[in-house]
């Protein structure tokens, strides 16, 4: 196959020289979504057996689904995103190929998830009695690592989600075993919960309610233990598959319409990159190493510098007014684009959000916000009032004609 695919105007400069050539996190993201691979060398092994992910810079044209994910990394109180669409439009594909990204924080030595934060906002109290014996000590309560992927496998139950309790272990003692569930093993991760449409019910809601709360209680009988379960949600959905309760949806903070590709120039691209993964992942993966880490650098930075990312009032005034033309009445709509407006411009690599930040944002925090159900029921109620309305003023003029 000759390399004649369409190169991008940057393509021809100075190739990865990082500095000098990307501005921003989302620069970068503009660039490799254009960008062709070479073609130069061939394989040398494949049959892998190690599971390397399509990397996510790899990616061709996706570029709203590409920045909802970097967003999330940046600021997880965006609520977690959305991602529908059919199958084979990349969506997984996307959210694996982020682990290669995902920054460090802070993570509890302790089984229950205690955090120095806790002790911050909640006083000594909001932590075990053994970390607050090490905080008193003035040992550390938590140590740095990446950011973790986490699957929920799709057949999951709930006593697999939350975990259990049982109360007589292997030992006999009079002791407590607990099993920590899905979502505490998701605690301070990035959750992905794939077809979330077809899970069940009281999974969904045990998800959901945890992703609010932060953390969530298992009972047994007098037993309970509290985890915590604070995680950035990834859901996708192929909607031919089955809807979505607009309860459910609502809590999604972001929400990405993943179409195929319709430019045949990306779809060829597309199908060159992927090709060349099956044959030698580690080849792919090692071509976009140097940005890769060049991308994991800036959403680290994009992390530090959020707190001082601020939206002029004039701005925020003009992003109410647009929630409230759209009769959006979910508050969600709001702490969403807020927080993912903030998280763009840091993204950009700069502290105040720009009327273009609420172009590009506007969409993906907006979309399928109205609910269907409640419009039509207002418009159902307001017909039905009309017709109350004539009846009884049919009725009270014939009584006077009468009279
Ligand atoms: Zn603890």
């Known amino acids: ?166 109360e007589n272990d292997s030992t006999g003692r009079d002791h407590l075993r607990l099993h920590r569930g899905i979502l505490a093993h998701a605690d301070r991760n990035l959750l992905l919960v794939d077809e979330v449409n077809l899970l069940r019910d009281d999974v969904v809601d045990a998800i959901l309610d945890a992703a609010a709360y932060g953390s969530y209680t298992v009972k047994r009988g007098a037993s309970t233990a509290t985890y915590r379960s604070r995680f950035m949600l990834i859901g996708t959905m192929n909607p031919e598959e089955g809807r979505l309760r607009p309860q459910i949806m609502d809590r999604f903070g972001l929400r990405i319409v993943v179409k195929g590709l319709e430019n045949k120039n990306q779809r060829l691209e597309a199908y060159k990159r992927v090709h060349r993964y099956l044959e030698n992942p580690r080849k792919v993966a090692q071509e976009y190493r140097d940005e890769t880490k060049l991308a994991l650098a800036e959403i680290q930075t994009a992390r530090e510098l959020l707190p001082e990312v601020n939206i002029p009032i004039k701005l925020s005034r003009q992003v109410l007014e647009l929630i409230r033309s759209l009769s959006i009445d979910s508050l969600r709509a709001e702490i969403t684009l807020f927080e993912a407006l903030r998280a763009f411009a840091a993204l950009d690599n700069r502290k105040t959000v720009s009327i273009e930040d609420v172009k590009t944002i506007t969409p993906m925090a907006l979309r399928m916000r109205r609910s269907d159900f409640m419009m039509k029921y207002l418009v159902d109620q307001a017909s039905e009032e009309k017709e109350i309305i004539r009846a009884v003023e049919a009725v009270t003029t014939r009584a006077q004609k009468n009279k």
């Open 1 to 166: 196959m000759s390399n004649e695919t369409p190169q991008s105007s940057l393509e021809s400069e100075n190739p990865l020289g990082p500095e000098s050539k990307f501005r921003s996190l989302k620069n970068l993201i503009e660039y490799v979504s254009g960008k062709s691979v070479s073609d130069t060398e061939q394989q040398q092994d494949s049959g892998l057996v190690e599971v390397i992910p399509f990397p996510f810079l790899a990616m061709v044209g996706q570029v709203e689904m590409k920045y909802a994910l970097l967003l999330s990394l940046i600021n997880p109180a965006i609520g977690g995103v959305l991602l529908i669409g059919p199958r084979g439009t990349g969506k997984t594909t996307a959210i694996r190929g982020l682990v290669d990204l995902l920054p460090e924080i802070p993570r509890s030595l302790c089984y229950y998830g205690c955090l120095p934060e806790d002790i911050e906002t909640g006083g000594i109290d909001a932590v075990c009695p053994n970390c607050a014996k090490k905080f008193a000590r003035g040992e550390p309560l938590a140590a740095m690592d990446k950011i973790r992927l986490v699957e929920l496998p799709l057949n999951s139950r709930l006593e697999d989600v939350v975990g259990t309790v049982d």
